[in-house]
């Protein structure tokens, strides 16, 4: 059995959230506030997503974060290899 850590399941929550606003910027203090998750945690995750160029942010007044690649080539396996920090998942 996969176990998660809370980093991973609020990236794949945030990774769903943008995916929904299609090419829209959204702010991740609005996201945090809504999903009740610590902005601060949230800016650790974006960071990471960010580095590993799944979403882009653009800053000023109606910036914030949007996908840098399509929802379609998103997977669990992406999120949860770049979120669980050196475990690996094999193909079955």
């Known amino acids: ?3 998660i ?3 991973t399941d609020y990236a794949i929550q945030f990774l769903q959230y943008l995916s929904k606003e299609k ?3 959204c702010s991740l203090k609005e ?4 999903s009740d998750i610590s902005f601060y945690f949230m800016q650790k ?4 997503l960010s ?3 799944i979403i882009e942010s653009e800053q000023g007044v109606n910036g914030g974060y949007r996908l840098k690649i399509p929802a379609s080539k998103l997977s669990l396996h992406i999120v949860v290899e770049i979120m669980e920090e050196g475990v690996r998942l094999l193909p079955c």
């Open 23 to 25: 090419n829209k910027c």
């Open 5 to 7: 850590r809370k980093e």
């Open 51 to 53: 580095k590993e160029n």
């Open 1 to 3: 059995m996969l176990s």
């Open 45 to 48: 995750i974006a960071r990471k």
């Open 31 to 34: 996201f945090a506030s809504e």
